[in-house]
């Protein structure tokens, strides 16, 4: 049986997977949160897990992904940080009412406000991203080198030297046309 939505990308940096959940944003973009259960998915998935969400609430959802993803590509190429964005981020952070908690195992793991879970994964969301895009964080923000992708990833990698957001995907895209164009110019 064929899947009835896109499947998601992992990522390891929370509000770079989520702005990963619209991909191909320069080709055929695929939206992979399209209906509002999508989105309930992909935060269980993703460690902030909600029971419900409405469609105003996924539209909330993807107005920050959107924001995230505009100042991420900004900071990526060093660039002014586009205001508007900035204030969507800053507002779904400053929402948000989640906590932090230690886990019996010594993990940190986020807690959200029963009440208003959407809303303070989205602010869980955007504190992350805030943390990334400030350089809060050791490593340092790119963007894919697939002409059809270009979403901004945190590379985390020792020489800080990683070309793609996914290697599963659009690396191995790459490294396909690559090689048959390779083999079209050696069998000429």
Do not use: Y
């Not at 909600?50 to 992904?65: G, H, I, K």
């Not at 995230?68 to 507002?91: G, M, R």
């Not at 800080?160 to 079209?184: E, H, Y």
């Amino acid at each position: 049986m064929a899947a009835e939505f896109p499947e998601f990308r992992p990522g390891s940096v929370l509000s770079t997977a989520f702005t990963g959940t619209l991909t191909e944003r320069r080709g055929d973009a695929v939206e992979r949160i399209p209906a509002p259960h999508r989105f309930v998915d992909w935060l269980v998935l993703n460690g902030l897990p909600v029971d419900t969400c409405t469609a105003a609430q996924l539209d909330l959802a993807r107005e920050l992904r959107e924001a995230i993803h505009l100042a991420a590509t900004a900071a990526a190429v060093h660039e002014a940080l586009p205001t508007s964005a900035v204030q969507i981020v800053n507002d779904h952070s400053i929402r948000g009412n989640a906590s932090v908690v230690l886990t019996p195992e010594g993990t940190r793991r986020w807690k959200l406000n029963s009440e208003s879970a959407v809303e303070d994964a989205l602010g869980v969301i955007a504190d992350d991203a805030i943390s990334i895009i400030a350089g809060e964080r050791d490593g340092k923000l790119a963007l894919c080198a697939s002409p059809s992708c270009r979403a901004a990833f945190f590379d985390t990698s020792q020489s800080r030297s990683r070309k793609w957001c996914d290697m599963n995907t659009c690396g191995n895209r790459q490294k396909k046309a690559r090689f048959v164009a390779n083999q079209r110019r050696n069998s000429v």
